[in-house]
């Protein structure tokens, strides 16, 4: 495909959101495209399948070429023959009934037999673990299981284009690094052409990439080799995060130029690299930090079940104390929104009860729950339902008869908070999906309330946000003592920000101790799905010790942003 100098605009924008943007992919590349928040890459994978300018309209100047075909005059029908897309946000891409007919739903369009498209159905059901769930509405799919279920609709139908939007956001660990296995699969077998657009560098270099493309500020800043870009500081300078054995590898000051391989975990190397990590990494044992206050909410002896759906827990007890910072893991499936929804009431457990600060939360309505414990769900677009960011913000708070003078000064401090503040007289759907999210977790915070479980927070976010944001929770945390659940699948975030993780396994809680503790035992990071960092890899491989050597650096680079 090519990109010859190509501008675009939005209808809604008053400036182009694209900028003189030139690129060739060669048929079988495969392409990351990074970049912060906002900079554009949505926009410019948008226009790979077509959608820009076929079904959402802007000015655009210049010419895009893809499998041959000028975009601006092809169908969007035509070009969608050639590029298969998984969507940042899967759930606008479901069209049927039950998961297995959309993942069937590319080759009915092609007009392939019954019996080879339930073969095929089968086999990538099978390849992406959605087995047991083909006969179920797509829309009460797990996050995850949406995820999978998109991709499997996409993969199915062996497009020369793939385009994916974020494809990990919403994967476990494990799953995660078995997508990357099962893309990489595909472009080698079928010399496929890939193009990923994900903020999870590290997580996509587990598998080689041939090009990295930067864009900052809706141009692009750079496009060249991983061992290329890995060697500059290019991340850094556009807010996003490099991977995390590469700051460790700066850290300890090991020359970058001297090292070989310096995309690939497994072959990385230089003479005396080990020496150096070790001299550099200091003896040192965390404190767990485990119970630092009182019961603030416990459950005792729950069981769930969904009405012809999966047992989800059983005699299930857990207590989060005050204060607490936890991180919620496990595998797509086990149950972690579940468990949200009824520590906020969204729905009814079976049998148990479920009290906060010592009241049963069965007393008490909705409402009433909301203002003690905040929720952000996974997916911004469940939340919202005001046209401006302001009115959203401001929504709890008026059904909540608050005067106007102290929602306007409240809602303000939060939009600040979260980055909005620029953008408050915006209407929200012209922002990206990362910005949508800090509108969510805005509208929570300014309710002020005592628990706030986040799934996936930093979901869809750069290095800067993340950074901002969890910082900015961590430091409520510690002024204001409010207890934070994270639902994640980010074992970056999981180390440096919880100082308790538990994991769920079927039925209930497999393992509750501290993130490091957990990442250390392998039969553990295999239950639940989780998966070694970079850090980990890299210790192993040079025989550090990887609990140590991973504090270490988290704790380096901890300082680093505190200061
Ligand atoms: N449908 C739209 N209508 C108007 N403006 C839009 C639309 N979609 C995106 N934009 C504008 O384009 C900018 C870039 O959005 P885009 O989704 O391409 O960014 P991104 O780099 O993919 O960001 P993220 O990592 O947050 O998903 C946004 O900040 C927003 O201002
Ligand atoms: N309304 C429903 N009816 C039937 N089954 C459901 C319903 N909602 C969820 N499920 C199933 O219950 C299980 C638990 O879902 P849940 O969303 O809690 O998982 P999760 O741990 O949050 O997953 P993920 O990591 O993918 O977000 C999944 O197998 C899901 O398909």
Redesign the pocket.
């Known amino acids: 495909m090519n990109f010859e100098n190509v501008s675009f605009q939005y209808d809604s924008q008053a400036e182009p959101t694209l900028y003189d943007i030139n690129l060739k992919i060669k048929r079988g590349e495969k392409v990351l495209i990074v970049g912060p928040s906002g900079s554009g890459k949505s926009t410019l994978g948008n226009l790979i399948n077509g959608l820009i300018p076929h079904a959402i309209s802007g000015t655009l100047t210049g010419k895009v070429t893809v499998a041959g075909v000028d975009v601006n005059h092809a169908n969007l029908f035509d070009l969608s023959l050639h590029v298969g897309t998984v969507l940042q946000d899967p759930d606008t891409q479901f069209v049927s009934l039950t998961a297995a007919e959309d993942i069937a739903f590319a080759l009915e369009n092609d007009a392939v037999n019954n019996v080879s498209m339930k073969t095929k159905v089968k086999e990538w059901a099978a390849k992406l673990d959605l087995e047991?769930?083909l006969m179920?509405?797509p829309q009460?799919?797990?996050?995850?299981?949406?995820?999978r279920n998109a991709m499997a609709g996409v993969l199915i139908d062996e497009g020369e284009i793939l385009l994916f939007d974020e494809p990990l956001a919403?994967?476990?660990p494990a799953a995660g690094e078995q997508a990357m296995a099962l893309i990489n699969e595909l472009h080698q077998q079928l010399g496929m052409t890939v193009v990923m657009i994900e903020h999870r560098i590290e997580d996509v270099l587990t598998q080689p990439v041939d090009r990295i493309i930067v864009m900052s500020n809706g141009r692009i800043v750079a496009d060249a080799h991983p061992e290329d870009i890995l060697q500059t500081t290019i991340f850094k300078e556009v807010g996003l995060r490099e991977p995390l054995y590469i700051e460790a590898l700066k850290a300890a000051q090991v020359p970058l130029a001297s090292v070989k391989d310096l995309s690939d975990m497994a072959k990385i190397n230089s003479p005396s690299l080990g020496e150096r990590l070790q001299a550099w990494q200091t003896h040192t044992t965390v404190t767990p930090d485990k119970s630092n206050g009182l019961p603030l909410l416990t459950l005792e002896n729950i069981n769930f079940k969904?009405?012809?759906?999966?047992q989800?827990f059983k005699n299930f007890s857990l207590a989060i104390n005050q204060g607490e910072m936890v991180a919620l893991v496990?595998?797509?499936?086990?149950?972690?929104?579940?468990?949200?929804?009824l520590i906020t009431g969204f729905v009814s457990p079976n049998a148990g009860t479920i009290k906060f600060n010592g009241i049963d939360l069965a007393t008490l309505s909705v409402k009433e729950r909301a203002d003690k414990i905040g929720y952000v769900m996974?997916d911004p677009n469940h939340m919202i339902s005001k046209i401006m960011i302001r009115d959203e913000v401001a929504l709890g708070l008026e059904l909540r008869g608050i005067k106007s003078a102290e929602i306007t000064r409240r809602v303000d401090e939060v939009l600040k908070i979260c980055g909005l503040y620029a953008f408050r007289n915006w209407p929200i759907s012209a922002l990206s999906f990362g910005q949508k999210k800090r509108v969510t977790i805005a509208s929570i915070l300014v309710l002020k309330p005592q628990m706030i479980i986040l799934?996936?927070p930093t979901a869809g976010q750069d290095w800067a946000h993340y950074t901002e944001m969890m910082q900015f929770l961590k430091h409520l945390n510690a002024t204001t003592g409010v207890t934070l659940i994270f639902?994640t699948?980010d074992m970056h975030l999981m180390l440096e920000y919880a100082n308790r993780t538990i994991a769920?396994g079927s039925g209930g809680i497999l393992v509750d101790d501290t993130p490091a503790a957990i990442l250390a035992n392998e039969q553990v990071v295999a239950e639940a799905s989780l998966a070694q960092t970079s850090l980990y890899k890299l210790a192993q491989r040079f025989k550090l010790d990887p609990v140590n050597f991973t504090e270490q650096v988290i704790k380096y680079e901890m300082r680093g942003q505190n200061e």
Do not use: M, R, W
């Open positions: 047991q769930q179920q509405n009460t799919l797990s996050g995850g299981q949406k995820q919403a994967l476990d969904y009405t012809n759906g999966p989800i496990g595998k797509n499936g086990v149950g972690k929104t579940t468990l949200s929804q996974q799934d996936e639902v699948h769920l």
